[in-house]
Structure formats: structure tokens, C-alpha cells
């Protein structure tokens, strides 16, 4: 075992606690904090007496292993721009651990990211959670599945209009979207009708076999099992959808699209988060009675289309004060994500709150991927994903001194690597 000693303990869910402990367990979980303890002589002892603690920032929707850096044909996997409906392609076996994205991103403090196909389709594909830190993909996944990218406006009429082929209107967005749920539905049917008839197949064949052994029926009629559909990799890949395992992860900026996809998720009685939300700030109160999660964001990158142009620094802080559950996404690498706190920095300027901030970066992430119970805070039990600061979060000047992910130094400033 290990205890940080800290000059300030940051949990976000709790109250700071001054010249505090971290005390982390070898499966590098957290096993206690508080402020005075005597440690055995086993526990290694940390000297961060000088910096803050913090919990990992949780990047909630970004590219970063997929669309790498120094970016070519060879390392832009993000969008398979061949037809609009791919449900079926997995962002997982598209990552890669050796981007520098990533080990640019822990050195900013990101300790987890869900990583997203990009937004040229319809239905662009499976999400995975990550953690930043680690060489082999499959020992750094938290969650397999974390959601179904959708996209509704601009980017799949503005890509597949171009080739003159659906959709080119967001009314062609929604038809598609919907014949692939209706589609689903009755793959669900189907299989739903399969397993009646097994099941009363397997009844009669047991009572055929009674009746047969007994030799009470002489013209009795032997059962036929009955036909197995075929699987279909597309409607798979949409089942847990309408389970309500995962929810539809809905790339949308305008107002009208937000409500558009919300109108979907209902008319399917599907979950859903939206992400981007750039005019969420418009319709705050339908955001509140609906209960739909957002992910805001990027707000740093220049307003390069119609339905970006009225993204502002306020709309965190007003989603926030309405009761939205809101987080922050850098969309990397339309911004990269190694700057997070920077851009909780600007939202606290335009009016977030100072624990609205540490939310949007930690918890509020953490809640929307539904991992709320094992990151996003410093608590016991929870994954050591532990940041060490040299001042405060919310002071542009403060840097990321050493970062621990799963108990383990993933990072340290000190070691003179060069990533900013």
C-alpha cells in the first residue's frame, strides 16, 4: 500500500480536507482518507505536501486513439464514411494506445475518456471507455460498450449530400434513423416468435418421446424444430439500445436537433445523452422535464458552421444552475484535451459556479457513463485515478504535477517530459 500525503485533499463529492491522505490499497484502489493516521511500516509514504489533490478528470466524449496525431490516411480511423448507417463498427478496434494524444491528454490531467466514432453518420458506431494509461487496449477498458454514436444535422447531410445520395436533409437524417429502429423491432419480433416456437417445440418433443417410450400412440407425429433466423451484425449491435443498457449518444449543437433526437429516444422509448449541445442554453426547461444528460462542447474551437454559431462559455453554468446534468467534453482533437482545465476555467469565468467546474470535470462525467460508483471522486472504494496540482484547479497557472491512475504513477512533471 501507498498514503499520499497532500497539502489539500479536492474530493468533489465531499467537503476539502485540509493537509489530508490518500491512503491506496495494491489492487489500486482507495482504502481511506482523512487527515491523521498511523501508517504501518509497510505503507509507502508519499511526500505531496505541497500540491492538491484531485480526482481524474473524466473526458466523457472524445477522438483521442482514433483520430491520432500527425494524423494521416494510416491514423484517422474515427469515421467509416461509406454509408451513413453503421452500427455495427466498434470504436475498440479502432484504438490505438500509442497515440501521443493520449499521453499529452494524462499529462493534462485526463485519467479516463470515452471514446466516440466521429459525427459523418447517421448511426456512426459502438463507444468505449478507456483508461488514458497503458499499452494493450483490452486492460485498459472500463466499459466495452458505452453507447451508440448517432448524429443528427449537419454532418451526415453535409457528407452523403455531396454524393447526392440519402441523406441530404435532416428529414433524411430521421428516416433513415428510423427505418433502422423499425428494422430492429422486428428482428426483435423475430427472434422473440423463434424462441416461442423452440420452446414449445422442446415441450412436444418431450412428449413425443414420452408417448413413443410408452408406445401408447401408434400414428403419433414426430414435432419439427423450427427455423433459427439469421443474425444480423447491424441489429445486434442495436439490441442493447432498446435494452436500455446503453443510450443513444446523440451528436447534436442546435436547438431543433436536440429536441429532434430527444423526440426519437421517446418515440422508441430509448435513453439518450446529448452530445455537443451547443444551444442547449435556448431550451434549458425542456432539457430539465425530459431529464436528458448533456456533454457540452467543444466551445474553444472556432465557430466553423451554421449550428455552432451561438456556442457560448455560459451555457455550462446555465445548464448546471437549472439542474441539467452536464459535463465537459473537448472533442478532441477538435481542442485537445489535455487543456480541461482551461476550459472549465473559462466556463467558471462566464458564471459556472466553482463546484459546478469541479463537477463538469469529474462526477458529472462519470454519472452519464454510469460509473459514478467506481471514478470521478476521491472516496473509498473508488479507482486511485488521483491528481497531484501545484495551486488551484481553476487558476490557469496551476500545472498537473504528477498523475496516478488505478494506484499507479502514470505521469510526473518532474521527469522532464516534454508535452505541452
Keep these: 500500500m501507498k498514503a499520499i500525503l497532500c497539502k489539500k485533499i479536492i474530493p468533489v463529492t465531499h467537503k476539502p480536507i485540509d493537509n489530508g491522505f490518500i491512503l491506496i490499497d495494491d489492487d489500486g484502489k482507495i482504502k481511506d482518507i482523512g487527515t491523521t493516521s498511523n501508517f504501518s511500516p509497510d505503507v509507502e509514504i508519499i511526500d505531496a505536501r505541497e500540491w492538491i489533490a484531485f480526482p481524474g478528470i473524466i473526458d466523457p466524449h472524445c477522438h483521442a486513439s482514433i483520430f491520432e496525431e500527425e494524423v494521416g490516411l494510416g491514423l484517422g480511423d474515427g469515421n467509416e464514411s461509406t454509408n451513413p448507417i453503421t452500427p455495427h463498427v466498434r470504436v475498440l478496434d479502432a484504438i490505438n494506445p500509442d497515440d501521443r494524444g493520449l499521453r499529452r491528454a494524462i499529462a493534462g490531467g485526463i485519467t479516463t475518456l470515452c471514446v466516440a ?92 418421446q414420452q408417448k413413443m417410450k410408452e408406445g401408447k400412440e401408434e400414428n403419433v407425429q414426430k414435432p419439427k424444430e423450427p427455423t433459427k433466423p439469421e443474425i444480423n451484425i ?117 458564471g459556472l459556479s466553482r463546484q459546478g467546474a469541479y463537477e463538469v470535470l469529474s462526477i458529472n462525467g462519470a454519472k452519464i457513463l454510469g460509473l459514478e460508483q467506481r471514478i470521478g471522486s476521491l472516496e473509498a472504494g473508488k479507482d486511485a485515478d488521483i491528481l497531484l496540482l501545484n495551486g488551484d484547479p481553476l487558476d490557469a497557472r496551476t500545472k498537473v504535477m504528477r498523475v496516478y491512475i488505478n494506484g499507479q504513477k502514470a505521469f510526473d512533471l518532474e521527469d522532464g517530459e516534454e508535452l505541452f
Design 117 to 208: 466514432p466521429g459525427s459523418s453518420n447517421v448511426v456512426g458506431g459502438q463507444m468505449t471507455t478507456i483508461k488514458a494509461y497503458g499499452k494493450i487496449v483490452d486492460e485498459m477498458i472500463v466499459q466495452e460498450n458505452a453507447g451508440m454514436k448517432c448524429a443528427f444535422g449537419e454532418n451526415p447531410k453535409r457528407l452523403y449530400g455531396s454524393q447526392n445520395v440519402t441523406p441530404s436533409t435532416r428529414m433524411g437524417n430521421l428516416g433513415l434513423f428510423r427505418q433502422l429502429m423499425i428494422e430492429t423491432q422486428n428482428y426483435l419480433e423475430k427472434w422473440a416468435a423463434y424462441r416461442k416456437k423452440l420452446k414449445d417445440y422442446k415441450t412436444d418433443l418431450k412428449s413425443y
Design 234 to 350: 447491424k441489429y445486434e449491435a442495436m439490441l442493447p439500445i432498446f435494452k436500455r443498457q446503453v443510450p443513444l449518444r446523440a451528436h447534436a449543437h442546435q436547438a431543433n436537433d436536440i429536441i429532434t433526437a430527444v423526440r426519437l429516444a421517446k418515440e422508441f422509448n430509448v435513453r439518450i445523452c446529448i452530445d455537443h449541445c451547443s444551444e442547449g442554453h435556448y431550451i434549458t426547461d425542456f432539457l430539465v422535464k425530459e431529464q436528458v444528460p448533456a456533454i457540452v462542447g467543444p466551445t474553444m474551437s472556432f465557430k466553423s458552421k451554421i449550428e455552432t454559431r451561438k456556442k457560448t462559455w455560459k451555457t455550462l453554468g446555465i445548464l448546471y444552475k437549472a439542474g441539467v446534468l452536464v459535463a465537459l467534453t473537448s472533442d478532441h482533437p477538435v481542442t485537445h484535451c489535455q487543456y480541461q482545465f482551461i476550459y472549465a476555467i473559462l466556463a467558471h469565468r462566464e
